[in-house]
């Protein structure tokens, strides 16, 4: 592999050779000790110095890949701490993503364009990523666009946790008729004549939304691990370089984990994933978990792949839904069961996360924590979190801080935002969730995107959205005092997600004797105006030495991919997140840039003239729109 060369580092005959030499970057390493660098040297997955040219010069071998970073910013690795990276995987190349599309009038041309190349039997799903509050025209596509767009192949459209729109081809591949039944907690909308006209709805549950969505093809054999990958290299794009998968509904073990495991033994992870198992039936979840409990033990595997425990639901009755278009669930009596999971999870030495959006719910769930704790059983040295919390109450905090919890946050009121401030208003929303209470109060919180059937798998635009209070519809949903700076944001997506897994001695930040994970950002995170945040991307991504995404002046230096399959995927035209240009200086600040930049040229003209290399007086300014 060849690498930029670099003038002043001279390959030396050494024992302790780097593989990867990172230099001439604004290094923000994370670690108090040494904040600050310009260099970092990687040897066996492994960081071995941290500091200036100097410092890594006797680093340098003859085989030491040695790459410029340009002046460029670099971080370490985003951890994402709550993605369902596995399920997303085995999905990625079937779908038509929105994440990023400014207009519908795009998105609908979009899904026209790829309904014209999807074979017959397939389906065209745009799932996840996106908010109507995020286009121009501030809408939903209705069901008769979908039907112009695509007449004869099935499209079904996912829209947060609230709805989905299909056009006729997908009601009919579905099944859905007039005599379907509404399953419980969801609607088929139906017209005058009673037939449904493809609009489903959550109400409050997401389901229904699922469910359908699972009718549809989907990938098998090689095709499921090259759709990993590609997906694996797309969270690379963005500087990710570790992820904690929060299980979800429709994902089986030990079924749905054989494409990552295989992965993993070929070496062909590019990101780190530490994953957690999740009770699929209802009334079985005991039974699962049990079985669970004597086939693996949670860290069991290696710093790319390994169990952190189970979650995000222990058993469904517990589990609140988080659809702020409709009000909140009143669950049923579930402690009880709840109990019984929680219980054998502490006897076995099982951690967990869980999820809860409501303070309602919490409140039940850590009276039941309160309750195994008086009897010593609670948390037993066992590692637990709750998740989402956008209406966790102070007093519930304390509770969680008393039991030894943690928190794990994510940026779903990016794109719900304007739904809970139309619910609950802009007062609860100003603290949905509290983050800087959970923080005051000592709580490892860690920050996540929820991608991808809601957000957008984009971790800039969570930090965007931590930083400042903003929906992707540009609302201010949070004020200055539920807000955070760019180095806690930044330490809630490194340092916070590695705590969570207990890895936090190996990696999170820069330092020597941690994994050798990094990213190169395409602006400087911490002096681009807050606008632009959300545009970051990587130029340059590093995992335990390996560079596993390269763009720019860098393309080349990553791993070759196999090519998208099947070649009619959406991914293998459209790609991934659909960037677009950041909002820039605004217009004073650009003026006032551009006088500078005159002036100094003015400047140069004159310097030149004294040396007799341009004439003495400036050029006349000739343009011919303007001559007579």
Known sequence: MSTMPVGGLVPRATDNAADLVVRNAKIHTGDPVRPQAEAIAIRDGVISVVGDDNDVASHVGPDTKVVDACGRRMVPGLNDAHLHVIRGGLNYVLELRWDGVPTLRQGLAMLREQAARTPKGQWVRVVGGWSAEQFAERRLPTVSELNAAAPDTPVFVLHLYHSAVLNRAALKAAGFTRDTPDPKGGQIVRGRDGEPTGMLLA??????????????????????????????????????????????????????????????????????IAYHLFPQTAGQEIDDLTRWIEMARPEDGDEWLRLNGAGENLTWAAADFENFAEPRPHLADYEAEFEKAVRLLMENGWGFRLHATYDETIRRDLAVFEKLAAEGLFPAGNRWLFDHAETVSADSLDRIAALGGAMSVQNRLSFQGEAFVRRYGPGAAADAPPIRAMLERGLTVGAGTDATRVSTYNPWVALHWLITGRTVGDLVVRPPHNRVDRRTALAMFTEAGAALTGEEGIKGVLRPGFLGDLAVLSEDYFTVPEPDIAHIEALLTVVGGRIVYAAGQYEGLDEELPPVSPHWSPVAHFGGYQATPGTGLSGARQAELLGQAVTESEQHRQWRARRGLAPEAASTFFDPCFSL
Do not use: C
């Not at 469910?211 to 990958?229: C, M, Q």
């Not at 998968?245 to 079924?255: E, S, T």
């Open 203 to 272: 109400a409050p549950s997401a389901l229904i939304l699922y469910s359908t969505l699972a009718k549809a093809p989907v990938l098998e054999g090689e095709d499921k691990k090259t759709s990993t990958r590609h997906f694996l290299r797309e969270l690379n794009r963005f500087g990710l370089t570790s992820a904690i998968d929060a299980a979800g509904g429709f994902q089986n073990f030990p079924d749905n984990y054989s494409t990552v495991t295989e992965l993993a033994k070929a070496g062909q992870l590019s990101l780190r």
